[in-house]
C-alpha cells in the first residue's frame, strides 16, 4: 500500500478521474504551472495539458460560474477556489445558480460541479484567509458538503463528489495537506452521506469534523489515561448528514460532545445538537457540549490565533464537562 | 376576534386534565354549547363544550395533560390569522386568568410567582435573569427535579421517584448514574420495579381514574382508622320496602340502599361529628347530608353524590339514585356528581357479601359498608327464630370521630332500620 499525504490524496482522485474520464477537469487560480497555491495540482499540467488543467482569471464568481456553465453541458469540472475566504465572491454562482438549476428545470437539467477549497487556521494567515465557513453551504438545499479529514477520506469522497450529479462544495483543512497514511493502491469510493467511526468507545461521543477529527482522537487518548472511553466520529458528509450513525453512537454512550474549528455560534455543531436532542432525547445523560471557535475575527499574531481556535485540550475539557467533572485533572 | 379555549377548572381542587380527543378538527365549524374535546380528569372523563361560536382554528394541545388556564385551542372566524405562539399565556392575559381563578392553597400562587418572575425577567433581561438563574440553581426551581432525559427514562421505566434520588452531576442534576444506583440499592425506591412481563401477561397502563383511586386509597391507609360493626334485624324496613315498591308508581323502585342513605342521613343530623371532613388542622361539620355511593363501573369505582338526602324523601332519593348510577355506568358523570361529599356507604350485598370493611374515603370522617340481608337464627324473647339480618360495619377517622360518637351514629342507624318510624 502506498503512502500518500493528504494534498497527494486529493490529486490521486483528480489525476483518476482525469485518466478515467474526458469530461473530467480542473479549474483555478494558479493551478496550472504553479501547481495551486498549496501545491494540490502540482504536475498534473504536464500529464492532462492547458486544456484540462486550466488557470482562470482571479475572479472567483467568472470560474465559479464557468464551472458551472461546462457542468451543465455534461461536463465534470473541479474548480479550485483557493481560499473558502473567497467562497463569499463565488456566493451567488454556487448558491443561486449551482444549488438551483436542477431543481427549477424540473430535473431536465444537471450541475455536477465539485467546488474544492481549503482554510484554516494554525498557520497564522490572519481574519481573512483562516475562516470556516463549512454551515453556510450546509444550509442551502442544492448542495452537498464535503469536509474530508484523512488522505483516505478525501481521496475516496473527492471522487465520489466528483461522480455526483449535483453540486459539491468540497473543503479541505490547510494544516492536514501534510498528513501522510497508507491508501489502498485501488481508489475505494466512499460514499456521500456515510459518517466514520474513528474510534470506538463506551462514555462519550465526540462528533467532529476537518482538523477537529485528529484533535479529538488526541484528546480521546488523553481520556482513555484518566478511564474515560471516547469514540470518535466523524460525519465527514455535511449535506447529507449520516443522521443515524450520529444517533446511534449517542445512544450507546449517553454523552455528546461536538466539536469543529469553526466559530461555536451558528455552527455545523448546531445543528448536529438539535439532530441528536431530537434523536437521542432519552439518551442523553448530559447536556451537549459544543467545541468551536471563539466569537471574532481571527487574530494574525499567532499566540492569539492559538488561542481563538479549538485544540485537543478543548475537546478533552468538554468531555469531562459531560462527565459531570469539572475540570481534567492535569 | 378569536377566542382562546382554555383548559376551565371543572370542579374545586382540579389543577390539571387530560385531553382524550377533540372531537372537532381544526377547521370545523362549532358552534357555543356543542361538545368540543373530551377530558379526563381525575374524577371524570366528560365531553366539554365550546364557549364560542365560529371556525376551530388551530387546537393547540392535541392530547395529553394540560394544566389549567393554558390555551388549548383558539376559535374564530374563517381565514383569520392565528398567533402560533398561543400555549403560553403571557402579559395582561395570565393576570387574568391567575386573577380569575386565584384560589387557595400553595400550587395557584406558585405558579403565579413564577410568571411574575418571568414578567419581570422579560422586562429587566439582565438582573433579573441572573437572579432567577441563581434562585432556580439554589432549588428554587417551583420543586422541579434537575434530571437527565436518561435518567428521566431509566427512572420511568424502573418506577424510581426521582424525587427520591440524590443528583451528583453538575448543580445536583440526577443523572443515569444516581438511579442506577438507587436501583440497585433499593431502598428509597417506593414503586418495586416490576419484573418483565411474561408470555400472557396483560399490561394495563394506569387511567386517570385508576391513578385516583391508588392515590386516595393509598392516603386514606395513612388515617388512623377503627371500624364499628352491627346486626340489624330488617323486618320492618324489608316491609317498608315493600309497601313502598307497590306504591312506586311511574318512579324508580327503592332499594333497601335508598332506605339506608335515607335513615342515614337522618342520624347524620343528628351525629354531625360524623357528617364531617377532615381537615388537618379542622373538622368541618356539614349541615347537609351529601351522601355518596360507591358504584361500580366497567374500569373501576366512582362515588357520585346526592345532594341533600335529609330533606329527600325515599322516592327521591331512588330517582337520584338510579340517574347518577346509571350515568356513571355510561362515563357520563359531571365533576359536579362527585363534589361535596359528607359520608359515603359502599354496599356489597348484592354480590352476597355478608360483612366487609370499607377503606376511607378521605377528607370524609366516615364510610358505612352494607353487607347482605340474609335469614339468620337468633334468639327474640328466648326464642329461636329465623330472621332477616343485615351487618353494617362503620370504618370512622379516629381523628375527627370518636368511638363513642361512632356507636352513637350507627346505633341510630340500626334504630331507624328496625323501627322506620323512629326517623320521623
Known sequence: MPELSYREAVRDALSRAMRQDDDVFVMGEDIAEMGGSMGVTQGMLDEFGPERVRNTPISEMALAGAAIGAAMQGMRPVAEIMYEDFLTLATEQIVNQAAKHRYMSGGQLTVPVTFRTQGGSGWSPGAQHAQQLEAWFVHIPGLKVVFASTPTDVRGLLWSSIYDDNPVVFFEHRTLYGLKEEVPDELEPIPLGKARVHREGEDVTVIATGRLVHEAIAAAGEAEHEGVSVEVVDPRTLQPLDEDALISSVKKTNRCVVAHEAVTRMGFGAEVAAVIQYGAFDWLDAPIERVGAKFTPLPFAPVMEEWCVPHADDVLEAIYRTLGRAESSN | ?424
Open chain 2, 1 to 424: 376576534m378569536a377566542t382562546e379555549i382554555k383548559l376551565p377548572r371543572l370542579g374545586q381542587g382540579m389543577e390539571s386534565g387530560t385531553i382524550v380527543k377533540w372531537l372537532k378538527s381544526e377547521g370545523d365549524k362549532v358552534e357555543k354549547g356543542e361538545p368540543l374535546y373530551e377530558l379526563d380528569t381525575d374524577k371524570v372523563t366528560q365531553e366539554v363544550e365550546a364557549d364560542a361560536s365560529g371556525v376551530l382554528l388551530k387546537i393547540a394541545i392535541t392530547e395529553g395533560e394540560v394544566e389549567v388556564g393554558k390555551t388549548i385551542a383558539v376559535i374564530g372566524e374563517q381565514g383569520e390569522e392565528v398567533a402560533t405562539d398561543v400555549q403560553e399565556p403571557s402579559g395582561e392575559a395570565a393576570r387574568e386568568v391567575s386573577d380569575d381563578e386565584q384560589e387557595e392553597g400553595t400550587p395557584a400562587r406558585a405558579r403565579e410567582q413564577e410568571r411574575e418572575r418571568g414578567r419581570r425577567a422579560s422586562a429587566e433581561p439582565s438582573e433579573q435573569a441572573a437572579a432567577m438563574r441563581a434562585s432556580a440553581e439554589n432549588g428554587g426551581g417551583g420543586g422541579r427535579i434537575k434530571a437527565s432525559p436518561l435518567a428521566r427514562r431509566i427512572a420511568r421505566e424502573r418506577g424510581i421517584d426521582l424525587s427520591a434520588v440524590a443528583g451528583t452531576g453538575p448543580e445536583g442534576r440526577v443523572v443515569a448514574e444516581d438511579v442506577e444506583r438507587t436501583a440497585a440499592s433499593g431502598a428509597p425506591a417506593p414503586i418495586a420495579a416490576p419484573p418483565a412481563p411474561t408470555e400472557g401477561v396483560e399490561v394495563e397502563q394506569l387511567s386517570s381514574m385508576r391513578k385516583t383511586i391508588a392515590r386516595r386509597l393509598t392516603e386514606a391507609w395513612q388515617a388512623p382508622v377503627f371500624q364499628l360493626g352491627v346486626t340489624v334485624d330488617m323486618g320492618r324496613a324489608l316491609e317498608l320496602r315493600q309497601r313502598l315498591v307497590e306504591m312506586h308508581g311511574n318512579g324508580v323502585k327503592p332499594t333497601i340502599s335508598d332506605l339506608v342513605t335515607k335513615v342515614c342521613a337522618t342520624a347524620l343530623l343528628r351525629h354531625r361529628a360524623v357528617n364531617a371532613l377532615y381537615r388537618g388542622d379542622a373538622v368541618e361539620l356539614y349541615p347537609t347530608a351529601n351522601i355518596g355511593i360507591a358504584v361500580a363501573v366497567p374500569n373501576g369505582l366512582v362515588v357520585p353524590v346526592i345532594q341533600g338526602c335529609e330533606r329527600k324523601s325515599i322516592a327521591e332519593i331512588a330517582a337520584a339514585r338510579a340517574s347518577v348510577v346509571e350515568r356513571a355506568r355510561a362515563g357520563k358523570l359531571q365533576q359536579a356528581d362527585l363534589e361535596g361529599g359528607t359520608f359515603t356507604i359502599s354496599n356489597l350485598g348484592m354480590f352476597g357479601i355478608e360483612r366487609f370493611i370499607a377503606v376511607l374515603n378521605p377528607p370524609q370522617a366516615a364510610i358505612l359498608a352494607v353487607g347482605s340481608t340474609e335469614e339468620k337464627p337468633v334468639v327474640v324473647e328466648g326464642e329461636v327464630v329465623v330472621r332477616p339480618r343485615m351487618e353494617l360495619t362503620l370504618t370512622c377517622d379516629h381523628r375527627a370521630v370518636d368511638g363513642a360518637t361512632g356507636a352513637e351514629f350507627l346505633g341510630d342507624v340500626k334504630a331507624f332500620l328496625e323501627e322506620p318510624g323512629l326517623a320521623l
